[in-house]
């Protein structure tokens, strides 16, 4: 069965650069979550959105921006970034109302 | 707000054996769904088991199942004949079921699996 996709598996960014995580949902999902997970904790939910539009917000921070777009995928985008922004980014999909099924994660390491 | 309690940091299982991992939650919402995710060395996510709030059947899959106590806010997993492949960290994790919006997660605890 399909499965999330995330991309890039890995990334390694500077201090202060710039970095664009994407994510494509399981075939008919309209739903789209974004989480972060630092080393140690559980993920902490950042931002959703359904049928393109945002649905909720977490705990993301102003330098984070993230949109879907008409084929469902989502990109979080994140900007001036901090040694702390290292961690797992997960990005999970599901229908309307119902379970939602992880990706494999993009691990960031911020330099 | 709603909050996920999982107050074994670590559980270990000797292999073929059972073992219950705890979890509690605090809501005010009468329908919701709750989960446990199992997270591998991997650190992929990887649902486990799902219950729906309003089912008063306990789920299972295979040798997984949970002892849900709707009063008591309670979700345990309970892991039957333990294998090496089922050690991990596992979260359990909690949503409201028209608004699946924010999933809160437990601290997770990490099970031990010896062979």
């Known amino acids: 069965a399909a499965g999330v996709i995330q991309s890039p598996r890995h990334l390694i960014k500077e201090k202060r650069e710039t970095a664009t995580l994407k994510c494509y949902p399981i075939?008919?999902?309209?739903?789209v979550y974004w989480y972060q997970q630092g080393p140690g904790q559980d993920p902490q939910f950042l931002i959703s959105f359904y049928e393109k539009m945002q649905s909720d917000k977490g705990s993301i921070p102003d330098r984070f921006s993230a949109q879907q777009f008409s084929d469902y995928h989502s990109e979080l985008n994140m900007s001036s970034l901090e040694l702390g922004d290292s961690a797992l980014y997960f990005c999970a999909s599901s229908p309307p109302v119902g379970t939602q099924y992880f990706g494999p994660g993009t691990r960031l390491t911020v330099l | 707000a709603q909050t996920v309690t999982q107050s074994q940091p670590e559980m270990s299982v000797q292999e073929a054996e059972t073992v219950t991992l705890s979890c509690t939650y605090d809501t005010s919402e009468s329908d919701y769904y709750l989960f446990w995710y199992k997270q591998p060395p991997s650190r992929q996510m990887i649902l486990v088991i799902r219950q729906e709030a309003y089912k008063q059947q306990n789920a299972t899959e295979n040798r997984f199942s949970v002892n849900f106590q709707k009063a008591a806010k309670s979700f345990s997993l309970k892991i039957s004949d333990s294998q090496l492949g089922d050690a991990a960290m596992y979260f359990c994790a909690y949503t409201n079921l028209y608004n699946n919006n924010d999933m809160r997660f437990g601290a997770g605890t990490r099970l031990t699996v010896k062979p």
């Open positions: 075939p008919r999902h309209d739903t």
